[in-house]
């Protein structure tokens, strides 16, 4: 990201300015973040990637006629209006409900629950993949894959990686910790201010 748009500031700023670029740096400072976050609401991630593309859509259009009064607020403003629109898709579509047959629709599930599950198990295990390749600690990266990806049992990593079985423990509880401290690292952007 270009240094001329590393606050959010300064992307609001020049976002009110008409910047093409800055709102390209918006997408790429907080798209990673804001996917994550209406992935777990969803659960569906192509649910999710049409949330995100049209929270983006919103917010750029209405920094683009007026920038925010405390710029320092944007990531919560993007988390609101996502979660808003989340929220506005939700009670549409209860009111589009009609009285379904119910047969029909657990045996519609059933059919494509498979195939659904296979592709979020795989965006899933990208993104992860992805994010335990960010770790600093060659270690920490070694026994999450082997012990999250690779599906190795404690016994086969104890002797690949020659551990003891107490100090495996300690090895992977210190990686799971700073696994998570990178997870919370790349949505701190967004905050987790209560929706009102």
């Not at 047969?103 to 494509?112: G, I, K, T």
Request: charged share 35%.
């Amino acid at each position: 990201m270009s240094e001329q748009f590393e606050t959010s500031e300064s992307i609001v700023a020049a976002i009110y300015q008409g910047d093409r670029n800055a709102e390209e740096a918006l997408v790429r400072k907080y798209g990673r973040a804001l996917s994550y976050i209406l992935g777990k609401r969803t659960g569906d991630s192509e649910r999710a990637a049409d949330l995100q593309q049209e929270t983006f859509l919103v917010v750029i259009q209405k920094l683009r006629s007026k920038p925010l009064d405390d710029p320092s607020k944007l990531a919560a403003y993007l988390q609101s209006t996502a979660v808003n629109l989340f929220i506005g898709e939700i009670r549409k579509e209860s009111r589009r409900k009609t009285s379904a047959d119910s047969s029909l629709v657990e045996a519609m599930a059933r059919s494509s629950e498979d195939s659904y599950q296979t592709l979020l198990r795989r965006e899933a295990g990208a993104a992860t993949r992805q994010l335990i390749e960010e770790l600093k600690n060659d270690r920490d990266r070694q026994i999450l894959k082997l012990y999250y990806l690779q599906d190795k049992d404690k016994l086969e990593i104890c002797d690949e990686l020659e551990l003891s079985h107490r100090h495996f423990d300690r090895v992977i509880s210190r990686a799971r910790l700073r696994f998570k401290e990178l997870i919370e690292d790349q949505v701190d952007d967004l905050s987790t201010e209560a929706i009102s």
